[in-house]
């Protein structure tokens, strides 16, 4: 029972993204396209982050004297 309460839960979500996201307009190869692009800048943008943040985290540490 659990399991079709998750499933439920999960497509009311994706039933809302739609809605937002204005892509039930879309044609099914238009929406990949969007959600590929999404999925794309969210992977990009998480990996930068990942990459970069601890330089600058440092640098700030640096510059306000925290760390030697």
């Known amino acids: 029972m659990a399991l079709g309460d998750c499933w439920k839960q999960l497509s009311w979500f994706y039933y809302q993204?739609?809605?937002?996201?204005?892509?039930?307009?879309?044609?099914?190869?238009?929406?990949?396209?969007f959600n590929s692009l999404l999925v794309s800048v969210a992977a990009m943008a998480i990996y930068t982050g990942y990459v970069f943040m601890p330089q600058h985290i440092m640098a700030i540490l640096h510059y306000f004297e925290m760390v030697q």
């Open 17 to 33: 993204y739609l809605l937002v996201t204005a892509l039930y307009m879309l044609e099914p190869w238009e929406r990949t396209v």
